[in-house]
């Protein structure tokens, strides 16, 4: 009998994939329960830890480095959720999170030219988010239930004035000025910034309030909410892994070495995103070619098979506009590799044998969109729903064409590439890695 077999029964999930999911859930805990708990809860969260680390094995390659790299991002992810969880704030009393250190603590391959951040909503309540937009090419503010999207704003939505200031307003009842009504079952608010200059990147300053009393108090320390954290991290843990673990073994079997033919949000304002999957040898390396993209802005970046993202801080395992060379043709080449190939352009696979790439183009340069709405069910492009099932919706075809890519020796790669390409010697990589270090730091405020 195997050792997942002598586990007690793991109960049916109460969360998905999606950690949204755990911030609705959590909202059920009772304030009132004078339970004493008796360690049964944490016996239970242990069950699901062990059930998430069996899974996360059994879907990850069996290299030296991805079986590492699997172990490592599921605590990782484990940070994550208990970020998420413990770090979230009474609703009525929001507080919008940090940006996520991405190069740290990942989950969903979160993008290293982002910052992130969140804050826990409840649909009978009204906000007021107001401050500086910053200077980022793409910003968002998404809302969900769970994995349903309920709403998303872009920067034009804001109404910013000539100096970035604004203030926008959501809740059940109308109120004066920028007011948006919001979907049942919102739940959260997720920012999004997405960075193409990390050294001249000037993040949002944020500020939310409430502009209702609440109903009731939050229940923070009672037995009931405990227990619901320990279960919703716990499921959340085991969900997430099954729903991106499952997605590489699918697109490895699928795509490998080849990007997907589809593009994700294809039919939306947000960025469209191509997933590609590589499985290669130590002598080989992936040479992806595609014309270079229009929009304000766009990325390339690798993960596991986790879907991790791997240390860009330290590495270059991701490039963006600003960041990537484009030859005199007009084609942006990028060479994923083991080893450093000597070209601006190396996506480093930090050793691991397979993994994915991801890659986010905003629509192309256009005047921003005018969109005239007092509802944010207007704005609702729920691609998250079903996505990482074999009939995920909200794919199609993308603005910009599917990335091409080809398995080269890497002792062949410079006749497979045009003669202008520079080189690139050691010691101007390290001098690139050092500055990554350091825009990194500064963007992420780590």
């Given at each position: 009998?195997?050792?997942?077999?002598?586990?007690?029964?793991?109960?049916?999930?109460?969360?998905?994939?999606?950690?949204?999911?755990?911030?609705?859930?959590?909202?059920?805990?009772?304030?009132?329960?004078?339970?004493?708990?008796?360690?049964?809860?944490?016996?239970?969260?242990?069950?699901?830890?062990?059930?998430?680390?069996?899974?996360?094995t059994e879907l990850s390659p069996?290299?030296?480095?991805?079986?590492?790299?699997?172990?490592?991002?599921?605590?990782?992810?484990?940070?994550?959720?208990?970020?998420?969880?413990?770090?979230?704030?009474?609703?009525?009393?929001?507080?919008?999170?940090?940006?996520?250190?991405?190069?740290?603590?990942?989950?969903?391959?979160?993008?290293?030219?982002?910052?992130?951040?969140?804050?826990?909503?409840?649909?009978?309540?009204?906000?007021?988010?107001?401050?500086?937009?910053?200077?980022?090419?793409?910003?968002?503010?998404?809302?969900?239930?769970?994995?349903?999207?309920?709403?998303?704003?872009?920067?034009?939505?804001?109404?910013?004035?000539?100096?970035?200031?604004?203030?926008?307003?959501?809740?059940?009842?109308?109120?004066?000025?920028?007011?948006?009504?919001?979907?049942?079952?919102?739940?959260?608010?997720?920012?999004?910034?997405?960075?193409?200059?990390?050294?001249?990147?000037?993040?949002?300053?944020?500020?939310?309030?409430?502009?209702?009393?609440?109903?009731?108090?939050?229940?923070?320390?009672?037995?009931?909410?405990?227990?619901?954290e320990l279960e919703a991290v716990?499921?959340?843990?085991?969900?997430?892994?099954?729903?991106?673990?499952?997605?590489?073994v699918r697109g490895v079997a699928?795509?490998?070495?080849?990007?997907?033919?589809?593009?994700?949000?294809?039919?939306?304002?947000?960025?469209?995103?191509?997933?590609?999957?590589?499985?290669?040898?130590?002598?080989?390396?992936?040479?992806?070619?595609?014309?270079?993209?229009?929009?304000?802005?766009?990325?390339?970046?690798?993960?596991?098979?986790?879907?991790?993202?791997?240390?860009?801080?330290?590495?270059?395992?991701?490039?963006?506009?600003?960041?990537?060379?484009?030859?005199?043709?007009?084609?942006?080449?990028?060479?994923?590799?083991?080893?450093?190939?000597?070209?601006?352009?190396?996506?480093?696979?930090?050793?691991?044998?397979?993994?994915?790439?991801?890659?986010?183009?905003?629509?192309?340069?256009?005047?921003?969109?005018?969109?005239?709405?007092?509802?944010?069910?207007?704005?609702?492009?729920?691609?998250?729903?079903?996505?990482?099932?074999?009939?995920?919706?909200?794919?199609?075809?993308?603005?910009?064409?599917?990335?091409?890519?080809?398995?080269?020796?890497?002792?062949?790669?410079?006749?497979?590439?045009?003669?202008?390409?520079?080189?690139?010697?050691?010691?101007?990589?390290?001098?690139?890695?050092?500055?990554?270090?350091?825009?990194?730091?500064?963007?992420?405020?780590?």
């Open positions: 009998m195997s050792e997942l077999s002598n586990q007690r029964p793991i109960a049916e999930p109460v969360v998905d994939w999606s950690f949204f999911s755990m911030a609705r859930y959590l909202m059920t805990a009772q304030p009132a329960d004078e339970r004493v708990l008796d360690g049964s809860e944490w016996d239970g969260f242990l069950d699901l830890l062990r059930t998430a680390g069996t899974l996360a069996a290299g030296l480095v991805d079986r590492v790299s699997a172990s490592r991002g599921l605590l990782q992810m484990l940070h994550f959720g208990l970020e998420r969880t413990l770090g979230a704030a009474d609703p009525s009393r929001p507080v919008l999170s940090r940006p996520w250190p991405v190069h740290l603590f990942d989950y969903g391959a979160g993008n290293p030219d982002a910052v992130y951040r969140t804050v826990v909503l409840r649909d009978d309540l009204t906000y007021r988010v107001s401050g500086d937009l910053g200077n980022a090419p793409f910003l968002s503010f998404e809302f969900f239930d769970g994995t349903r999207q309920t709403g998303s704003l872009l920067r034009s939505d804001l109404r910013a004035d000539a100096d970035g200031r604004f203030e926008v307003t959501f809740g059940p009842e109308e109120r004066p000025g920028n007011w948006l009504a919001v979907v049942p079952g919102t739940s959260y608010l997720l920012t999004r910034e997405f960075f193409d200059d990390w050294s001249h990147a000037q993040p949002s300053l944020l500020e939310i309030e409430c502009l209702d009393a609440p109903a009731s108090s939050w229940p923070v320390m009672t037995a009931d909410r405990v227990s619901k716990g499921q959340w843990l085991i969900e997430t892994v099954r729903v991106f673990g499952n997605a590489h699928d795509f490998a070495n080849a990007f997907e033919p589809t593009a994700l949000r294809a039919d939306s304002d947000l960025p469209t995103i191509y997933h590609g999957f590589w499985d290669l040898a130590a002598h080989e390396c992936l040479l992806i070619e595609t014309p270079e993209p229009e929009g304000d802005y766009w990325g390339f970046q690798l993960s596991n098979a986790l879907w991790n993202t791997l240390d860009f801080a330290n590495r270059q395992t991701s490039l963006n506009r600003t960041q990537a060379h484009v030859d005199r043709d007009g084609q942006l080449r990028l060479v994923l590799a083991h080893e450093d190939p000597g070209v601006p352009n190396w996506l480093d696979t930090l050793g691991h044998e397979q993994g994915a790439v991801h890659v986010r183009l905003s629509p192309a340069r256009r005047a921003a969109p005018l969109r005239s709405h007092r509802d944010l069910a207007e704005t609702v492009n729920d691609w998250m729903s079903g996505w990482g099932t074999e009939t995920q919706d909200g794919s199609g075809p993308g603005q910009h064409p599917v990335p091409q890519a080809r398995v080269v020796k890497l002792a062949g790669l410079r006749a497979e590439l045009p003669p202008a390409t520079p080189t690139v010697h050691p010691a101007e990589r390290a001098r690139i890695l050092a500055e990554r270090l350091r825009q990194v730091t500064r963007m992420q405020r780590s």
